[in-house]
């Protein structure tokens, strides 16, 4: 692309998740106007999923935040951080400085987090600073901690493509990590030899490139890995020189683990002996084994024992360290692994100091010139959130999350917050869940305006650049932490004016006194200057003052514990209460095109194509027994409190169980907000909440009518039926609709709903009604244009949105109207069926059309139509469509 003042390119980093993308933005005119992949960058060259692709389209003035507010009005920056340091200040005054708390984000770069860190563990003088990386990465911490003696991932991406056995347990890298499952799928294509096999108790969209999937039990990953230790074990697979000169605790492991007969483990997993067999057969011969592993591992009662159990495997036969091997724990955010290395845990200190021990706590006490260091952990997410609901802590300031919405219990954690004395939120727009709890709203920059740096799942830091400038007053995070820090009285250890000061003084925080004690060593990027800051390539710690860093550690046995020396560690934890009144146990995560609580993703048309509701899947021999039926609403019900999501069939889905996404908030539906449904049990090592297996019950939700409506301004915020999702469309707004009482006047309702004003003179209308079938049809026309329509029916409506949603953009005269009441092409048209894949658009008509025509392969379906050429992320969908598996779906 030719440079020029107006037109050129950044290379900057993706701002979702942990498999930390290189992006090269093109900026014409003062705009992002689209992305690609960094063919540069060492995570991804080149390639970039479904939701990189589309983070250009989230951008934009709508719902951002513009100025700072308190109390809903708006104050100038000076005043809101003024009322914030004097808040803070009394309180710690009066109760003590455990009364006050920062709740952070996995999503901070490194330089917010850096001084947030500071300011609480340094200044104010307690760790309550917690993360929400304490819900996704905490239990890997512990696992890590316990073995290694450092948060130390040990491999690097390449080992996934070097590896002869890739397992992922309890990952859906698919949809979650989907570039780094295109490089395994990629090297499986290379070396057809090489096997992956899946740990899931669904059947997910990564199983379906797999050579293998154990659909355990839920929670029974510790037997399995416990199973395996025994299996390796008594295959002669122990590298006794490895365990015997650099790990302790063998004896202890064995001890334990042999009762792990495969009956036993057959028994704990529901696994059959001979599946169970294949897949300790694969590892038993393959050495180089990867074992990568997720939220599946991390979000259980023993969620630090399952990623124990997993890495005692590796210890045994010595499989870490080494090209193409090694346990692998993914990280989830953008900047997940930046957050541990500033200390964003309540539990840890920056720079892989450890904030329990008392060399290392003076240490840094002196570095930062610390007033008054914590001396012990502070409060984590579950407790901290606890603690404002009990009134201890009275001040808390949250940045970049959306808690009323991830938290289990998010009622009680809303609840907590509309009691606490002073609720401080930094986000980048008005309409999130927990912005509408704020008392001080602060408006951030997001992705494309600030500025600094992310570390990803190996240890990779990349830069995240500042293209375009912040729209209004909205400021970058670390200034609104060091005004704050500046004005309770500490501007002078506060007083950074760019993320490069910032990023220099915590460089030097890593090297100092380092020589190699500590995993984490920046030595080499000590001293940046603005220039080479700016001009930073991605760099992978640990990195020596050389210059030279390293892909792998612990290849030579050496360990960060006080002997060098790796420990086995036997599982402890307790496990799952049964609550019998709550047949179902409910697992929760992701779906492929949104992330988190949708305040990005949903701004982009594209990225509801795929899904556009909060559905639950279930079993479709459940769902009988429930007299559910396909697309039917389901109430949902656990100790905590109720949602009501649509139903969706799926053999895949292991019965006993239904899966909700995460993502769905009180600004996207009436009530799936499934935060509301989760019991806080946390793992007692971590403190990470147990989201994937909570106790519910699932009944039909008695329905009077269900309705459809489009309209090309947004719907109003609350819509006032039982049950509402709104999605964004392009050109418009889309929302499914359906209640438990008849309406009498849907001609009003439709004119409720649509909003602005409806006289003839502006509008044409057309109308179709059964009534007592309750079936009412209806489009509005302005100058030609659809404007706004609205389907009802006494059942789930079938009809097709994605057509609908394209009337948008045609002009529509005369009779021709009339067809849009159909709700679908008439039979002469096309109609593109659901869209499979969003990058290019393309429908399962689309591609069913095509496999008919002969295409009978991923790469002939992408051929003729397009589909899966782009980002990949849609080619397990695919694939299914050409094994006739896709539609098993519903039987
Ligand atoms: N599209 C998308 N991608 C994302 C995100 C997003 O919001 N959207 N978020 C990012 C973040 S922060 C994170 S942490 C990662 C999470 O990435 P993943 O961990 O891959 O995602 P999840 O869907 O939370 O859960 C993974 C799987 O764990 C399985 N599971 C549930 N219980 C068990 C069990 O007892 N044992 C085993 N072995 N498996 C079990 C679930 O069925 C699920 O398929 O994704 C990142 N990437
Ligand atoms: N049921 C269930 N719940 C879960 C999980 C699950 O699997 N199941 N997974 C858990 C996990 S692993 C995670 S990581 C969490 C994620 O949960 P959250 O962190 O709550 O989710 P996000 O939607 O990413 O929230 C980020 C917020 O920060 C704002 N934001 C974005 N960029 C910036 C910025 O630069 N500055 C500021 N100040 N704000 C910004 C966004 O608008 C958004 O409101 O959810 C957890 N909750
Ligand atoms: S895999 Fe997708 S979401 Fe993750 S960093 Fe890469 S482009 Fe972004
Ligand atoms: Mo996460």
Not at 134 to 163: I, Q
Not at 429 to 457: F, M, Q, R
Not at 668 to 680: N, S
């Amino acid at each position: 692309m030719v440079q020029t003042p107006d037109t050129y390119e950044v290379k900057t980093t993706c701002a979702y998740c942990g498999v930390g993308c290189g992006i090269v933005a093109q900026v014409e005119g003062g705009e992002i106007t689209s992305v690609r992949g960094d063919e540069s960058h060492p995570a991804n060259y080149g390639r970039l999923c479904s939701k990189g692709m589309s983070l250009h389209e989230t951008l934009g003035e709508e719902n951002r935040l513009l100025f700072p507010k308190i109390d809903g009005k708006r104050a100038s920056w000076d005043k809101a951080l003024d009322s914030i340091a004097d808040k803070f200040s009394s309180v710690i005054a009066e109760h003590g400085p455990e009364a006050v708390a920062f709740y952070v984000s996995g999503q901070c770069l490194t330089e917010d987090y850096y001084v947030a860190n500071k300011l609480m563990k340094g200044y104010i003088g307690a760790a309550n600073i917690d993360t929400n990386s304490r819900l996704c990465m905490s239990s890997s911490v512990v696992g890590h901690k316990r073995a290694f003696g450092s948060d130390t991932v040990p491999g690097c991406y390449e080992d996934l493509e070097l590896a002869d056995l890739v397992i992922l347990v309890g990952s859906n890298m698919a949809w979650c990590h989907p570039v780094l499952y295109q490089r395994i799928l990629a090297a499986k294509d290379k070396r057809p030899e090489m096997k992956l096999v899946v740990i899931d108790p669904r059947e997910t969209a990564s199983c379906d490139m797999a050579d293998l999937h154990l659909p355990i039990k839920s929670g029974s990953d510790v037997a399995l890995f416990q199973g395996l230790f025994k299996a390796l074990q008594d295959a002669g697979c122990v590298d006794t020189d490895f365990v015997e000169s650099h790990t302790k605790n063998f004896a202890d492991s064995v001890d334990f683990s042999d009762v792990y007969t495969l009956d036993r483990v057959c028994a704990e997993t529901g696994l059959g002996a001979q599946v169970l067999q294949s897949f300790y057969d694969l590892v038993i011969d393959n050495p180089k084994t990867v074992s990568v592993y997720s939220q599946g591992v991390n979000q259980a009662v023993d969620g630090a024992d399952k990623v124990s159990a997993i890495i005692n495997t590796h210890l045994l036969t010595g499989r870490i360290g080494k090209p193409g091997c090694g346990p692998f724990s993914v990280t989830g955010q953008p900047n997940a692994m930046g957050g541990r290395e500033v200390g964003g845990l309540a539990g840890q200190l920056a720079s892989h100091f450890d904030l329990f021990r008392p060399e290392d706590r003076d240490l840094v006490q002196s570095f930062w010139n610390a007033p008054a260091m914590a001396s012990e952990g502070g409060l984590r997410a579950v407790d901290l959130f606890e603690a404002i609901h009990t009134g201890k802590v009275k001040a808390v300031w949250i940045i970049a999350t959306n808690p009323v919405v991830s938290m289990p219990d998010a009622d009680r954690v809303k609840a907590a917050l509309e009691k606490c004395e002073l609720v401080v939120v930094s986000d980048i727009y008005e309409n999130t869940d927990t912005v509408k709890c704020a008392d001080i709203v602060l408006p951030a920059t997001g992705w494309g305006e600030k500025d600094g740096t992310v570390t990803n799942s190996e240890r990779c830091i990349s830069r995240q650049r500042a293209i375009v400038p912040p729209p209004g007053e909205a400021r970058h995070d670390w200034q609104a932490i060091c005004g704050v820090a500046t004005r309770m009285g500490w501007g002078e250890a506060f007083g950074f004016e760019t993320p490069a000061d910032i990023f220099a003084e915590y460089a030097s925080l890593c090297a100092l006194d380092n020589g190699g004690t500590r995993d984490l060593d920046l030595a080499g990027l000590c001293g940046l200057d603005q220039e080479a800051y700016d001009g930073l390539a991605p760099v992978q710690w640990p990195i020596d003052k050389n210059g030279r860093s390293r892909a792998r550690l612990f290849a030579d046995g050496q360990f960060f514990t006080p002997d060098g020396k790796a420990r086995f560690v036997v599982p402890a934890s307790k496990y799952m209460k049964t609550h019998t009144e709550y047949p179902f146990v409910m697992n929760t995560g992701r779906i492929r095109d949104q992330w988190h609580t949708m305040t990005r993703t949903g701004r982009a048309a594209r990225l509801f194509q795929h899904m556009a509701e909060p559905f639950v899947d279930i079993h479709p021999d459940d769902a009988r027994v429930a007299d559910i039926y396909e697309a039917d609403i389901v109430e949902i019900k656990s100790a905590q409190g109720r949602i009501l999501v649509r139903a969706q069939l799926s053999a895949r889905q292991p019965r006993g169980t239904i899966f909700v996404p995460m993502h769905w908030s009180d600004a996207y539906t009436a009530k799936g907000r499934v935060g509301a449904l989760i019991v806080p049990d946390v793992d007692a090592f971590s403190g990470q909440p147990a989201f994937k297996s909570t106790r519910v019950s699932v009944a039909r939700y008695q329905t009077a009518w269900h309705g459809f409506a489009l309209s090309a301004e947004s719907f109003k915020a609350d819509i006032g039926v039982e049950y509402w999702a709104r999605a964004r469309v392009k050109n418009g707004h889309q929302v499914e609709l359906a209640g438990a009482e008849t309406c009498t006047d849907w001609r009003q309702f439709a004119q409720a709903l649509y909003g602005g004003p409806c006289e003839e003179s502006v509008l044409d209308v057309l109308e179709y009604e059964e009534a007592a079938q309750q079936v009412f049809r209806t489009a509005y026309f302005q100058n030609n244009k659809l404007v706004f329509a609205l389907f009802i029916d006494q059942y789930p409506l079938e009809i097709s949105r994605g057509w609908t949603v394209e009337q948008f953009e045609k002009s529509h005269e005369g009779m021709q109207r009339y067809k849009l009441l159909a709700g679908r092409p008439g039979g002469d048209m096309p109609d593109k069926g659901a869209i499979i894949c969003a990058c290019l658009g393309v429908g399962v008509n689309d591609i069913c059309g095509a496999i008919k025509q002969g295409a009978d392969s991923l790469n002939l379906v992408g051929k003729s139509t397009g589909a899966g050429t782009n980002c990949g992320s849609c080619r397990s969908d695919i694939q299914r469509l050409l094994q006739g598996t896709y539609y098993a779906k519903t039987g």
